[in-house]
């Protein structure tokens, strides 16, 4: 059975810095990879998605990487703001399943 | 913002009734899913379609059925609710041709007394 478990759970960090979330997964069989942001009190905004033929995907100032050998996936995020201030949610698809397995997230605090 | 709406957004029921929550996408995505997240269990799957007529169970499907009876509407219901499923109900969708890509809702937060 998929587990999907994301480290920290929490982080704080002053505007500017540049900062790593984890995500890891203990099946590797996977189809692909999904990064999500969540607000307090909002939906899930999707973020990046990565194929598991990749190796990584950015989006501005969001870069995602898979190793999928390792059940692991990054997100870094450049010089942080306080607008990425949220909870960051991983999820992986597996390859015969319908079904996104998610994360508990990570709860990210950025100040300035 | 893909095309996903949720009705109500905010309901409040008593136990033992029934209730039903409904999600419309206007996206054409053939893939519909219900979530329900709840603190330190993150989010769960309850149920989801992969077409018209065509639903499966997810991971905590019991005292929950669902219906999809056109593409662009899936009705979640709570048989008989009771107290455990208050929580915050998140439905989305899918499509083979984007890898599949999840997009969520706005949610609907159900409390049951």
């Known amino acids: 059975k998929q587990e999907v478990t994301q480290i920290p759970a929490a982080l704080s960090v002053p505007e500017g810095e540049n900062l790593v979330l984890n995500c890891s997964f203990t099946?590797?069989?996977?189809?692909?990879l999904q990064w999500f942001r969540q607000d307090p009190g909002k939906g899930l905004t999707s973020l990046l998605l990565?194929?598991?033929?990749?190796r990584e995907q950015t989006s501005g100032r969001l870069n995602a990487s898979l190793d999928k050998s390792s059940g692991r996936s990054t997100l870094y995020i450049a010089a942080s703001q306080p607008g990425d201030s949220a909870t960051y949610l991983c999820?992986?698809?597996?390859?015969?399943?319908?079904?996104?397995?998610f994360g508990t997230g990570t709860r990210l605090q950025v100040f300035p | 913002d893909a095309g996903i709406t949720q009705s109500p957004r905010h309901k409040v029921t008593e136990t033992g009734t029934p209730v039903t929550l409904r999600c419309h996408q206007t996206?054409?995505?053939?893939?519909m899913y219900w979530y329900r997240q709840d603190p330190g269990h993150g989010l769960r799957l309850i149920h989801y379609?992969?077409?018209?007529?065509?639903?499966d169970k997810g991971e905590v499907s019991d005292g929950y059925s669902v219906s999809r009876s056109k593409t662009e509407d899936f009705l979640l219901t709570l048989e008989s609710a009771t107290s455990s499923q208050t929580s915050v109900y998140f439905c989305?969708?899918?499509?083979?041709?984007?890898?599949?890509?999840?997009?969520f809702g706005p949610g609907t937060r159900l409390t049951v007394t």
């Open positions: 996206e054409n995505h053939r893939y």
């Open positions: 099946d590797s069989a996977i189809y692909n």
């Open positions: 990565i194929q598991s033929s990749q």
């Open positions: 999820a992986v698809r597996g390859r015969n399943t319908d079904k996104l397995i």
């Open positions: 989305a969708i899918s499509e083979q041709v984007r890898s599949y890509e999840q997009y």
């Open positions: 379609s992969y077409g018209v007529k065509d639903t």
